[in-house]
Nanobody, 120 residues
Framework: QVNVVESGGGSVEVGGSLTVSCEAS????????MGWFRRTANKEREGVAL???????VYSDSVKGRFTISKDNAKNTLDLQMNNLKPEDTGMYYC??????????????WGQGTLVTVSS
């Protein structure tokens, strides 16, 4: 059984920084992609960033250059460092672990979500 638990999040002003973290267990790193989706006022579901099974990071255009995803395989943790935050980044952020073949579909194992609020 794959278990995914997020932490972090919170409130920050425009231009500020925040980190959300995730701890996952019960998955096979060589087969799984891990990353972050979010639900915002404008989008029901948006893939924000992911690290594939080979360790390559991929970002959506909306966060490229501002967000950094990193993974610690020894600790089974996944962090998303978010800089220069904008109001449109406000939303629920979900950590996801999935077999890479189905990751983009939104399948796999999702955490309970953590709220990020960016205020102007």
């Amino acid at each position: 059984q794959v278990n995914v638990v997020e932490s972090g999040g919170g409130s920050v002003e425009v231009g500020g920084s925040l980190t959300v973290s995730c701890e996952a267990s019960g998955y096979t790193p060589s087969m799984y992609c891990m990353g972050w989706f979010r639900r915002t006022a404008n989008k029901e579901r948006e893939g924000v960033a992911l690290i594939d099974a080979a360790g390559k990071a991929v970002y959506s255009d909306s966060v490229k250059g501002r967000f950094t995803i990193s993974k610690d395989n020894a600790k089974n943790t996944l962090d998303l460092q978010m800089n220069n935050l904008k109001p449109e980044d406000t939303g629920m952020y979900y950590c996801v672990a999935a077999v890479c073949a189905i990751y983009a579909t939104g399948g796999g194992y999702w955490g309970q979500g953590t709220l990020v609020t960016v205020s102007s």
